[in-house]
């Protein structure tokens, strides 16, 4: 198949591969070309390699018959090494059963890239997130939170598969949103699986209250998100970076920096407009403690000052001296 794969595209290209002005045909080559085509980014596609629907179509069978392959490679591995519980899941998990390769090819290339095997349980739980079905007494309602057992794959293929389909066009920007401990791992293993043949960016946005953006620093940040949104990117962060944007951008207009302060705001009303969250461990992002209002300015003396104080020593010296009469 992959032959007569190569053999086509020789074909209709022959003067091209004559002159030089053809790369190799590779399987990586044709996959970005294939996922080019799919999102229908022009502008981007290497080589100005076209390839026809009948093309597209052997190599899709193409792709779908490696995964095949790899899933046989794991479980005679497993066999091998005599993991029976693992060989028999192996051999159970029925491939592409409720959802079409064609209408996925980002799922298929993550699937190929990866050595995995993308279950059914967790395509009916991005599908659900992706497509939620909406409370028919109020439509609005676009939020949904969704709970699985440890090791069934929220955050190394689930999260991985959301960030693919919840921007299949330059329309919304996802943003991850994960705990502060975990950003780290999070980026590491996100730009692991995305940056390879599916070819997207993973932007870490950090903020901290001690930053002091300059009007122009926030523009370049505003400009950025926008050609992440363009570019079909993924953004990284953390809820204590969302509070901390929010409060400087108070601060910038207590300090009366109304410049940065109405760029910062335009960025939260972009983004309110474009970005579609994605939380990993949303029970504990969306703990009350993440909802804490903090404290900005220089320090001041409460209202009374000292006094507050002082009048409980004063009443507690009115006891002392009074206490043994009133025993008496």
């Given amino acids: 198949m992959w032959h007569e794969l190569v053999k086509s595209i020789t074909i209709t290209n022959e003067l091209l591969f004559k002159i030089g002005l053809m790369l190799r045909i590779l399987p990586t080559t044709l996959i970005s070309v294939f996922q080019q085509i799919w999102l229908n980014d022009n502008e981007s596609n290497v080589l100005s390699l076209h390839l026809t629907l009948e093309q597209r179509t052997l190599l899709g069978g193409i792709m779908v018959n490696w995964i095949v392959e790899q899933q046989i490679e794991r479980a005679l591995n497993f066999a091998n090494q005599e993991k029976w519980e693992d060989f028999e899941k192996e051999i159970l998990n029925v491939l592409h059963t409720n959802w079409t390769p064609s209408e996925h090819v980002p799922w298929l290339i993550l699937e190929l890239e990866m050595n995995i095997t993308i279950r059914e349980t967790q395509v009916q739980v991005a599908s659900h997130m992706i497509k939620p079905m909406l409370n028919e007494n109020n439509a609005s309602v ?30 919304s920007l996802v943003r991850i949103i994960v705990l502060k401990a975990l950003f780290p791992m999070n980026y590491q293993s996100l730009r692991y699986k995305l940056g390879g043949l599916l070819n997207r960016r993973v932007m870490p946005f950090a903020c901290r209250r001690d930053m002091n953006f300059s009007h122009v620093q926030v523009n370049k940040i505003f400009n950025r998100l926008k050609q992440g ?70 320090q001041q003396q ?3 000052g000292v006094e507050h104080w002082k009048t409980i020593q004063y009443v507690l010296n009115l006891v002392k001296q009074h206490a043994a009469n009133i025993a008496q």
């Fill in 229 to 298: 949104l363009h570019n079909l990117d993924v953004v990284l962060t953390s809820p204590e970076d969302i509070l901390s944007f929010d409060l400087l951008t108070i601060d910038k207009c207590r300090r009366q920096e109304f410049d940065t302060g109405r760029s910062m705001l335009s960025i939260q009303s972009w983004m309110k407009t474009f970005v579609r969250d994605v939380l990993d461990e949303s029970d504990e992002i969306l703990h009350v403690k993440y909802q804490l209002i903090y404290s900005i300015g220089r």
């Fill in 142 to 171: 676009r939020n949904i939170v969704m709970q699985m057992n440890m090791g069934e794959g929220k955050t190394s293929v689930i999260l991985p598969m959301l960030a693919l389909s919840l921007c299949p066009s330059s329309s």
């Fill in 302 to 304: 409460v209202d009374g």
